[in-house]
Nanobody, 119 residues
Framework: QVQLVESGGGLVQTGDSLRLSCAVSERTFSRYAVAWFRQAPGKEREFVGSITMSAGDTVYQNSVKGRFTISKDNAKKLVYLQMNSLKPEDSAIYYC????????????WGQGTQVTVSS
């Protein structure tokens, strides 16, 4: 069973930066891809970006390209979401999720961390 725990959320101002962390408790860490999703009140959950734990290949949603960066520390089993130039529309609960490589569905989810960007 893969367990994920997010941390690092908070209240920031427009233009600020914030780094979220996702701790992954899985022995075969390198066999997974980890993604960040977000859900704002009244909106559907949306994909933010993802990273493969073996090769480190990343994919981003268009609205965050150039502002958000996903990275990993395999030794610590951590995945980061560095968010720069934050906008009020980035406010949401951010979740990390994991899927085994070769599978399309993200089966494992964290509890989420709140990010609020004030204008």
């Amino acid at each position: 069973q893969v367990q994920l725990v997010e941390s690092g959320g908070g209240l920031v101002q427009t233009g600020d930066s914030l780094r979220l962390s996702c701790a992954v408790s899985e022995r075969t860490f390198s066999r997974y891809a980890v993604a960040w999703f977000r859900q704002a009140p009244g909106k559907e959950r949306e994909f933010v970006g993802s990273i493969t734990m073996s090769a480190g290949d990343t994919v981003y949603q268009n609205s965050v390209k150039g502002r958000f960066t996903i990275s990993k520390d395999n030794a610590k089993k951590l995945v980061y979401l560095q968010m720069n130039s934050l906008k009020p529309e980035d406010s949401a609960i951010y979740y990390c999720a994991a899927r085994a490589t070769g599978f399309s569905a993200y089966r494992y989810w964290g509890q989420g961390t709140q990010v609020t960007v004030s204008s």
